[in-house]
């Protein structure tokens, strides 16, 4: 009798055991090619503002390093990406408060620009040099598009002579009477940069126009430059420029908007309602509107907005996107989400201040680009910093002298320089989904609302032959099972992006797939 009850128990014993170690059933994706979404255009990033530095500072093997990280397509001989392989370069055109010194009253050196026209008119095209060596570094790199984009009006034309507003919403720091010589001003430097060969595909004259742009209360001086706007204002200047530039049968594109924040494209009633700085698609778009500019002929069908202060928490961060995705629907529309990076503390669930080069800021920002595409349907995505020296998670790579972070003179001439897994992971979109892919829906098995659920996006080349499947995956280790392929591939290749990996590849079975733990995913698949 008690070696049966021993006996028993043994068996019991092992079944518990054996249940303990049953491995999680495989998360299903079951990808949907038939129905689809936008058809994208591009990942990018800004110069702003360390390019200046870095740019014309630092020894060449370095920026020839970071030029790789974000802009190569190339690959090692175990065939894993040595770059990110942006699509797309911001060039921020300055205002020319680095010439005004301290008198700028902007109190970073980091934070001021030059500017290519000088006071009296005339132009000095040696300026930016550290910028324009990463638009030529892109361009040697084959990065397909150039941006240009103002936070201010040169100097010579804002109303005060400096490049920061007097701190009233809607207050557009601009003399009007400058109204053609600003048109001119931005069409002299997109005919420069073709000339130079580096064709300047946009022009985004506009940015954040919904905030202040004052010295903030308490201070003594500007943070950086700005000019807040209405949309009056933006339909104004847009009008003029586009006039210029097509008189010189330039090819350069206008993108409007660079919203502050992503809810004011879409709503009405909001806080910027009485200085009519809200509701940008109705009234750039809207037939009817007063300041629309869609009858503009280079005037791209797009709005632009900036990801921040709408992420946190995944409530807001999914009815603001949803919400959008629904007006542009409405008015045919597309969007680019053109800046984002961390600020602010996030309901709590990350904050901005702290250097963070590892997973914990690379899977949020992973986060926010799965959104802005897969339920705002951006068909471009943008980060803020390409380059950072501060103690602040807004940069793709850092740079430090003697391990000393800051906007310091050290840093401004030489340093060592950082990738950060922000950047990689980024480039698990940027390196794959290239321009004209096409969003594909996607299905799971576990609901991607519920807490670490892998968040999953699909795209689709233009011939149909590859399949680019990215997945964020917060939580811990799972395998997965791809349905809904149309080829007969029996393999993948996955580029990972974990705390010790950056892209790496592998090729695995159809069969066998898995997502490691706190990672971000690409999955590649040839049909």
Known sequence: MMFRLLLLFALLTTRICLAQVTKPAPLVITIQQNQTFQTIHSFGASDCWSAQFIGQNYPLAKRE??????????????GNPKGIGLSLW?????????????SSGIRSPWRRSECFQKPDGSYDWSKQAGQQWFVEAAHRRQVPYLLGFTNSP??????????YASGTLGDYNFNRQRLSDYARFLADIAQYFDKKGWPMNYLSPFNEPQWDWGIKKGQKMATQEGTP??????????????????????????????????N?????????????????????????????IDNLPNVERLVCGHSYFTTSPVQK??????????????????????????LGDNEGEINGSGRDLG????????????????????ASWQWWLALSPSNYKDGLVYVENGGKMGENPQNQQDGDVLSSKTMWALGNYARFVRPGMVRVAVQTDAPQTIPNAPLVSAYRSPNKKQLVVVMVNPGDARTIELQGLTGKANQAALY??????????RTASLNQLTLAAKSVTTLVVEQ
């Open 496 to 505: 990972e992006t974990t705390e010790s990996s950056d892209l790496r590849k």
């Open 359 to 378: 997973m914990t800021t690379a899977l949020y920002v992973a986060k926010v680009i799965h959104a802005d595409l897969a339920l705002a349907n951006a």
């Open 229 to 262: 706007a209405t949309n009056a204002d933006m339909a104004e200047l847009t009008r003029a420029l586009s006039s210029e530039l097509i008189s010189r049968k330039l090819k350069t594109r206008l993108t409007l908007g660079e919203a502050a924040q992503l």
């Open 264 to 292: 004011y494209l879409s709503d009405t009633g909001t806080n910027r309602s009485k200085t009519g700085q809200d509701d940008v698609i109705n009234a750039f778009f809207n037939p009817t509107s007063p300041t629309r």
């Open 154 to 163: 040169p100097v010579q034309f804002t109303a005060n002579g400096k490049a």
């Open 317 to 342: 961060l999914q009815t603001v996107r949803q919400v959008l995705a629904e007006k542009l629907t409405q008015n045919k529309v597309a969007f680019w989400q053109s800046e984002y990076c961390v």
């Open 90 to 102: 911001r060039f921020n055109i300055g205002a020319g408060s680095t010439e005004q010194g301290d």
């Open 65 to 78: 390093q970071i030029a790789d990280w974000l802009f190569s397509m190339d690959t090692d001989q175990a």
